[in-house]
């Protein structure tokens, strides 16, 4: 005989099952383990196997998941994507600044410049950068052009160390802070169109800020308002959570039709672990939430790498609710989600490393007015992450873990790890 099964039963189970998922939280064990495995698993399918030609593609988002999958290759050790994405990319025209989206186009190069010193590549970047800065950045009021301005400008700054990209950057992010960042730490999607929360226009924000705290010296006049708004930022995302560890196509919306939503879940992961392995959250608040987005999301990535429940791309109309509730989802694999889903298995993979040589003892650089000495022949970047010439290293033999920094001229005998 088949039992009718009361309504209150069954509610009684779903909220069991939402209190199960909400109390759980993966171990740091398994949570490196599959940033590991995860992100190689995305960083192959979209270096190897989409299709997409790094020189030819005016495409923010799939240069955004080159660059990904470059800085993921550095963290693990692997430079198979570095080389791959190298030995393709021979871009000759400019990168195209008619449209503020195509600003992001110029982070590849310059990252590739890092590491090749052709100076062509450096060209490429840094004249977007300029023009950039000629036309004030083409500011267009939507939360989403942190990300695409602010990027070039981070990786034109950590190429040529002129202060000028960094200035410029961290005037443009606060302009946004100023226009569209509410109470409650998150951005609206635009000042006049749209006042509403989505998930990957916050995604954007948040990993533009991930970006420049990293480069952002603490002496910096406005260092403190961008980490205050970095740290609003981040307060507003944990609270905009759901109890599974994804983040929701709108933020704060209890609509039905409200769902999970990828590659803004991926970049609010990137934001906060980038942010927990620099010491500006604290773990007792981040770290859980962090660890349940990160394994959350990775629920959504195909055995092929190509990940799923990500929102198509658009421009807002009305800017009302609707238009975000109903937006279509993009084919599994869409360089959105694959951008955010490789950098958050970086970031993932930054805070464990970082951390197990926080207990060596050992101290991870980050202040760009520090000068780095490498041991034996290892390869040295400064800190903002160009690589040094020859003539400034100098050989510590008694160091093979790391590197002495040195201070306005006076060694602080502080071990760093390699990086």
Known sequence: MRLARRPEFLLSCLLIISSTVAQSVPSDEDVKNSA????????????????????????????CSFYAACIFGEETNDSSFYKEINSRYNRTTAIKTDNIDNNSCGILPLHLYLHNKKDNLLKLGTDAAKANIQKNGHF??????????????????????????????????????????????????????????????????????????????????????IITAYKKHMKGLIDAQLSSGMWPQLLMSTDSRNWEETSGSSMFVFALFTGLELGLLDKETYLDPAKKGW???????????????????????????????????????????????????????RYYNNLATSNRNLTPARHSNLTIFSPDNARCFDLTGRSLPLSVHQ??????????????GTAAQTIVRLQ
């Open 36 to 63: 590991l495995e995860k992100g190689k698993l995305a960083a192959d399918y979209w270096v190897k196997r989409s299709g997409v030609n790094p020189s030819t593609t005016d495409y923010y988002a799939d240069i």
């Open 295 to 349: 394994m959350a999301v990775t629920r959504y990535l195909g055995n092929d790498g190509r990940l799923g429940n990500i929102a198509e791309g658009f421009w807002p109309s009305k800017g009302d609710a609707n238009e975000y509730l109903s937006a279509r989802k993009a084919a599994a694999g869409n360089s959105h989600g694959t951008a955010g889903y490789i950098w958050a298995a970086t970031a993932v993979l």
């Open 140 to 225: 267009r009021n939507a939360i989403d052009d942190t990300y695409m301005t602010g990027s070039l400008m981070v990786q034109a700054y950590k190429a040529t160390a002129d202060d000028q990209y960094l200035d410029f950057c961290i005037n443009f992010i606060l302009r946004y802070v100023t226009n569209l960042q509410q109470s409650n730490g998150l951005y609206w999607h635009h000042g006049n169109i749209s006042h509403q929360f989505w998930g990957r226009g916050n995604g954007w924000g948040a990993a533009s800020m991930a970006e420049l705290v990293r480069v952002i010296p603490d002496t910096h006049e406005k260092y403190n308002d």
């Open 395 to 408: 050989s510590i033999p008694s160091v093979s873990t790391g590197m002495l920094i040195r201070r306005n």
